[in-house]
């Protein structure tokens, strides 16, 4: 199989690329001392990426799946940070309202989510239902034109900051997992409680936050699809979205490969490049091959979902081993900058406290191996 990009998909790259050099490298800084990207998501919709797999009728730039993931790629080499905002927004939000909701709904919420007017959040996680997400306790009770919703969740990328929150919560709890419904709420309904804001080892530029519904009022018209098919629709969701977060994860090890192998040349002991010397000269070439090896498994995940083919094991697979490759390249990476690479003047370092949370959201990386595993014996 030969990994080769249409002319689209290269054009999409290179402005890609440029916008996150010129438009986000600027503010990686700022980013890290904890401001949100408002301004970038907002530059990033002018130019079409809030919404670039979104139907041009719903307002998006309908682009293929592949195009997708190669600016998750790009965004993520320069900061992580957006590269997940981009992705839970995509992947969990607008395609789920895409797939699941009516045409009502579809109206009016996917051309805003596709122009970044809306930000998106995706709220499944809560204190004791994080692997086993079947087993969250959030009610919804009908009442007549409404559902009224108490719980709590945890972990939610872009709370606070959202417009729009995709939430589980159950409408039948002796069914289990068959009993979880899935809703959109807007920013601002009576009960929508936002909490703490997580203080994290990385990712410091997004928001990730506890959420709490206290009699939160939802219309019964923002039910999405029927009730109990909520944690389907999350399940297949996050089997594309999980292609996302290891273009994600690639796009770190991408970057903390290129800064290993300029640092490795530039920089001089015992009279010579310490890139001449195989203690890291065999460290880059084991950097590369796992690199081009997460490569392959990511894009061979995007290339099918592109097709409209089966993918979950294919992005468990590619989550799993780009995500692994990102927090071992990243280590290597600060090991071939020695002190230096420990310092926060140089990214390295930030690179593996981006990457460490790669192998712990949208499913842990013992969670891919089990969607794995049962992909092989059903
Ligand atoms: N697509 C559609 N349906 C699916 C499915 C899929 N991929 N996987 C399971 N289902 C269905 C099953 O067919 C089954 O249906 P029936 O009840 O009709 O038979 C039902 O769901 C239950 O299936 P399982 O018994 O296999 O489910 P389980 O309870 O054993 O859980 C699991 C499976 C894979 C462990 C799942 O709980 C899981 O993925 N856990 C990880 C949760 C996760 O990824 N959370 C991410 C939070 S979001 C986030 O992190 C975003 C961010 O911030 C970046």
Avoid at 221 to 250: C, H, P, S, W, Y
Avoid at 283 to 303: C, F, G, P, Q, S
């Amino acid at each position: 199989m030969e990994l080769k990009f249409t002319e689209e998909q290269l054009m999409t790259r290179n402005m890609v690329r440029e916008f996150a050099q010129t438009e986000i490298a600027p503010k990686v800084e700022s980013m890290e001392n904890g401001d949100f990207p408002r301004d970038i998501l907002a530059k990033m919709g002018e130019l079409g990426l809030m919404g670039i797999t979104t139907p041009e009728q719903y307002g998006g730039a309908n682009m293929d799946f592949t195009s997708y993931i190669i600016a998750i790629n790009e965004l993520s080499k320069v900061s992580a940070t957006i590269g997940v905002i981009l992705s839970v927004h995509t992947s969990v939000v607008t395609n789920l309202i895409l797939y699941y909701g009516n045409e009502e709904q579809k109206q009016k919420y996917v051309p805003k989510l596709a122009t970044g007017e809306y930000l998106g959040a995706f709220c499944l996680t809560e204190p004791s239902a994080g692997s086993d997400a079947g087993s969250l306790k959030s009610k919804a009770v009908k009442d007549g034109d409404n559902y009224i919703i108490n719980g709590s969740k945890v972990f939610i990328t872009n709370g606070g900051e959202a417009e729009v929150y995709i939430v589980f919560a159950s409408t039948d709890l002796t069914q289990g997992s068959r009993g979880i419904s899935a809703f959109i709420v807007e920013k601002g309904t009576e009960g929508l409680i936002i909490g703490k804001d997580e203080q994290k080892m990385g990712l410091h530029g997004s928001r990730t936050v506890q959420l709490t519904f206290d009699n939160l009022i939802v219309p019964a018209e923002n039910l999405l699809d029927q009730e109990g098919e909520g944690f389907k629709i999350a399940m297949a969701n996050l089997d594309v979205g999980r292609i996302g977060i290891a273009a994600q994860a690639l796009g770190i090890a991408e970057a903390a490969l290129e800064e290993s192998i300029a640092y490795a040349q530039q920089r001089t002991q015992f009279g010579k490049p310490i890139a001449a010397n195989q203690g890291v000269g065999f460290k880059l070439a084991d950097m590369t091959t796992a690199v081009e090896a997460a490569k392959l498994l990511v894009y061979r995940a995007a290339d099918l979902r592109a097709k409209g083919l089966t993918c979950g094991k294919e992005a468990s697979m590619a989550k799993l081993f780009a995500t692994k490759t990102a927090v071992e390249v990243s280590i290597e990476a600060i090991q071939v900058f020695g002190g230096y690479g420990y310092t926060m003047d140089y990214p390295v370092e930030r690179f593996f406290r981006d990457a460490k949370v790669t192998e712990i959201y949208e499913g842990t990386s013992e969670i891919q191996r089990l969607v794995i595993s049962k992909h092989l014996i059903k």
